[in-house]
């Protein structure tokens, strides 16, 4: 009897040690803090424009705040330093083309791009535009700008957010197809190259259609040709660079995906996917989206977006290549 009673204390005592270790090995469903969602650009820049305003929908979803930090310079390798580097668990970046064009172009950076972060989900995409000033110095149009600077080749100078951006690229790729030569002069923002643009210290800009539309309606600039393959609904009366210069194969977007370090654990990757999906779906975000000049994209799936992503940085690293960039 008393040993049959010993057994079955032990077992009460088993027992009562699983039910105190369950809640311990239970993890919480992530995230259990806030995030930091990171953004390379300079603020009022289009991806420093959709990261505040996708970050409220993600707060929501993910039922933790969802903190924006610029971390702006070097083609935004400087805020893909940081996701690579990040060990909270908690942090995550809108990437876009930048990202793609700088494992391109740079020789060395301080992580790899294929082995150190994790595109997750596409978010949106947009066009960029060639701009010019409105006085009557300014170039009429896209041909116009062509023919002046055939005449007088890189005397013209464009501007751009910085060596390596996609802004940069795109102005070469523009140049590789009408067969001209511009100055490039990078500035660390949108507001500072524009502001160079009305005192003609630069006489084109390179820029995504949103991070602009204010100047463009409010007659501050002109727009001379959209660089995506149709002409954007905003923006009607803009040929394409496609039309403008005869070359229907020219067609060039920027995109935009949250990313994550790598090795982050596949149910954190699902839960961001799975929120993805979510913002997808919000006709009132994909509304918003649109009048900013953005278009939704469907999130894919992690592996459809990796790769996705490598195949920009082939994409580009045959544009270094055809239009004889230096790399960095």
């Known amino acids: 009897m008393a040993h049959s009673a010993s057994l079955s204390r032990r077992a009460l005592l088993a027992a009562g040690a699983g039910l105190i270790a369950a809640p311990a090995l239970a993890q919480p469903r992530w995230p259990d803090r806030p995030v930091r969602f990171l953004q390379g650009f300079a603020a009022g820049g289009t991806t420093d424009i959709l990261a505040r305003l996708i970050a409220p929908s993600m707060a929501a979803a993910f039922g933790q705040p969802v903190v924006v930090e ?23 970046m809108l990437l876009n083309n930048g990202f793609a064009v700088s494992a391109a172009l740079y020789r060395r950076l301080p992580y790899d791009p294929r082995a150190d972060i994790e595109p997750i989900a596409m978010v949106a995409s947009i066009g960029l535009v060639l701009l010019a000033g409105t006085g009557p110095e300014a170039p009429a149009d896209l041909a116009d700008l062509v023919r002046r600077a055939k005449a007088r080749p890189e005397q013209i100078n464009v501007a751009t957010v910085g060596v390596g951006s996609t802004q940069h690229f795109v102005a070469e790729a523009i140049q590789a197809a009408g067969d001209f030569r511009l100055m490039h002069i990078p500035y660390r923002g949108t507001p500072a190259a524009i502001v160079a643009l009305r005192n ?23 727009a001379l040709a959209i660089t995506s393959r149709t002409r954007s609904p905003l923006l009607p009366e803009v040929p394409t660079v496609a039309e403008a210069l005869g070359r229907p194969d020219f067609d060039i977007e920027t995109w935009y995906a949250i990313g994550a370090p790598a090795r982050t654990p596949p149910s954190v990757v699902e839960r961001i996917t799975e929120v993805a999906r979510g913002m997808h779906a919000d006709t009132t975000l994909r509304a918003r989206l649109g009048e900013l000049g953005l278009a939704a994209r469907e999130p894919g799936t992690p592996a459809e977006t990796k790769a996705t992503v490598h195949a920009e940085i082939a994409r580009w690293a045959e544009v270094i290549e055809r239009t004889r960039m230096e790399r960095q």
Not at 200 to 212: D, F, K, L, P, R
């Open 200 to 222: 003609n210290e630069v006489q084109v800009v390179s820029e995504t259609a949103s991070a602009v539309l204010g100047q463009l309606r409010g007659g501050e600039v002109r």
């Open 70 to 92: 610029n971390r702006s310079g070097a083609g935004g390798t400087l805020a893909a330093e940081a996701l690579a580097r990040a060990t909270d668990g908690h942090t995550l």
